[in-house]
């Protein structure tokens, strides 16, 4: 999932860049609104960061990992769930070489903004007895987006020889079928928030965005 140095060409990087340059400045813009949440920002990045730590081993000598998009997004919303993501993907890319600097742009794309809305809508349009289904499904549907996202990036960049019908099927039916395991993570996650403490819930996935 993370797309290191050189696999992007420099219109692929630089579109993903503007994208993600775009979002982050409208979500900064909202730091006031949800001012009273931000002081779940940080821990809830150091989770994150931790949790993808763990791998699950792929054929072919690749692996994929728990991103947490989609749980940051049910939690803080679709504009504040950015910033956890956010702060993970810098630590990786800066400090610890995972994921290219030239491909920052298309990775906060994929995983701080793909990932944290399709988790942040699946839950919010659950129905009220349904919201553990609904984080399940906004767990599996953000993975399997990012990752069809990562396979079209790859895919329409001029730097690989690896076209659409290559990149796609392969990164969108992995991240599909390990989707499933990010699901229920993030389900059983909220499942323990909702049981523990559901003042959390209450501020992100489940009001209004506006």
Partial sequence: MHIPDGFLDPVTAGATYLVSAAYAAYAFRRLRAERGRLELVTPLAAG???AQMLNWPLPGGTSLHFV???LSGILLGPWLGFLPMLLVLLVQCLLFHD???TALGANLLNMAIIDVLAGYAAYK???PRRK??????GGWLGLALAGLACGV????SSQLPYGLAVTVPVMAGWHAALGVVEGAITAAVVSYISRR???LLEGGGGREAA
């Avoid at 990036?153 to 329409?156: K, L, N, Q």
């Fill in 99 to 101: 994921g290219g600097i």
């Fill in 48 to 50: 994150i960061f931790a």
């Fill in 153 to 156: 990036e790859i895919g329409v």
């Fill in 197 to 199: 403490a559901p003042h």
């Fill in 125 to 127: 349009l659950a129905p």
């Fill in 132 to 137: 553990i289904l609904g984080a399940f499904l």
């Fill in 68 to 70: 947490g998009g989609a």
